[in-house]
């Protein structure tokens, strides 16, 4: 059965980096055809794609943050690890990972349960 | 980046009513529309992949339709499960955009 899990701080001052682990079960990383994206969602707003990496390593950002966010993956671990830098208040928000099915269609056919990262100091 | 935007934000309907919520995307997207159930605290369940393909476990009363700008979420005969809120997503060109979200609240 399929899993993912996110992990990191509940709490982030400004400024600061914020970093996510994903760890994902039932699946490889190095599976063909998945990759895992973030997603965020601010409390009563709609989510917001952030990033992904497929299994061949292929990466990309969102525009507006790409300065900011980096996604990296460790196959032998089954983590996906995202970096946000310079967090703001804005960026409070639920994050989510996913798994993404590819290619052609893409689309988020499991999530994680969510992890609250609140920015403030 | 493509804008999705959804109609209505919200809606109050009775079980066993026909519900529709539509999706409309700022540019062809062709069938590249996936729509997703929220429930509140809750992560997103896709429903619909494709613009019409239903997810396996989903119940046969969700389906979609449309192509290029245009696209449905129809639930035959609204259950008690189904209140929740309702987004669409395209994945035709990156950056991938969720619509606003469509509330389904009871009567």
């Known amino acids: 059965q399929v899993t993912l899990k996110e992990s990191g701080p509940a709490l982030v001052n400004p400024a600061e980096t914020l970093t996510l682990t994903c760890t994902v079960s039932g699946f490889s990383l190095s599976n063909a055809g998945m990759g895992v994206s973030w997603i965020r969602q601010p409390p009563g707003k709609a989510p917001e794609w952030l990033a992904h990496i497929f299994s061949n390593d292929e990466e990309s950002y969102t525009t507006s943050l790409k300065s900011r966010l980096t996604i990296s993956k460790d196959t032998s671990k089954s983590q996906v690890v995202l970096t946000m830098t310079n967090m703001d208040p804005v960026d409070t928000a639920t994050y989510y990972c996913?798994?993404?099915?590819?290619?052609?269609?893409?689309?988020?056919?499991?999530w994680g349960q969510g992890t609250l990262v609140t920015v403030s100091s | 980046d493509i804008q999705m935007t959804q109609s209505p934000s919200s809606l109050s309907a009775y079980v066993g009513d026909r519900v529709t919520v539509t999706c409309r995307a700022s540019q062809n997207i062709r069938t590249y529309l996936n729509w997703y159930q929220q429930k509140p605290g809750k992560a997103p369940n896709l429903l619909i992949y494709?613009?019409?393909s239903l997810q396996s476990g989903v119940p046969s009363r969700f389906s979609g339709s449309g192509s290029g700008t245009d696209f449905t979420l129809t639930i035959s005969s609204l259950q008690p499960e189904d209140f929740a809120t309702y987004y669409c997503q395209e994945s035709f060109s990156l950056p991938w955009t969720f619509g606003q979200g469509t509330k389904v609240e009871i009567k």
């Open positions: 996913a798994r993404t099915r590819v290619p052609g269609v893409y689309y988020f056919d499991y």
């Open positions: 494709s613009a019409a």
